[in-house]
Nanobody, 126 residues
Framework: VQLQASGGGLVQAGGSLRLSCAAS????????MGWFRQAPEKEREFVTA????????YYEDSVKGRFSISRDNAKNTVYLQMNSLKPEDTAVYLC????????????????????WGQGTLVTVSS
């Protein structure tokens, strides 16, 4: 599946952004989805994931209560709503897809994803 992330930008601390990741090329509802981020000179890290059906989600501790992942299978899109942004959230955000037969599978390991988007830059100023 091909993935195209968008919605990044510059925002002040405490602000909000909503990222989108549009999928094409395959049946979107066959894929568990995830968001990762990579800051300069740091390793890629898991942010959040959602199951195929959307009934299960999982968040990295530092974003719990601030970020929310959702998906619209009819629009072939997964979203990341980011509230109360902090300067340490500054990174390139990437979406990823993993084809799975399980409707409730959550995938939070980088090496378990098959397809990646190009990323969108989020910059949070203090």
């Amino acid at each position: 599946v091909q993935l195209q992330a968008s919605g990044g930008g510059l925002v002040q601390a405490g602000g909000s952004l909503r990222l989108s990741c549009a999928a094409s090329g395959h049946i979107f509802s066959d894929y568990a989805m995830g968001w990762f981020r990579q800051a300069p000179e740091k390793e890629r890290e898991f942010v959040t994931a959602i199951s195929r059906s959307g009934d299960r989600t999982y968040y990295e501790d530092s974003v719990k209560g601030r970020f929310s992942i959702s998906r619209d299978n009819a629009k072939n899109t997964v979203y990341l709503q980011m509230n109360s942004l902090k300067p340490e959230d500054t990174a390139v955000y990437l979406c990823a897809a993993r084809r799975t037969y399980s409707s409730s599978l959550i995938v939070y390991s980088t090496d378990q994803y098959d397809d990646w988007g190009q990323g969108t830059l989020v910059t949070v100023s203090s």
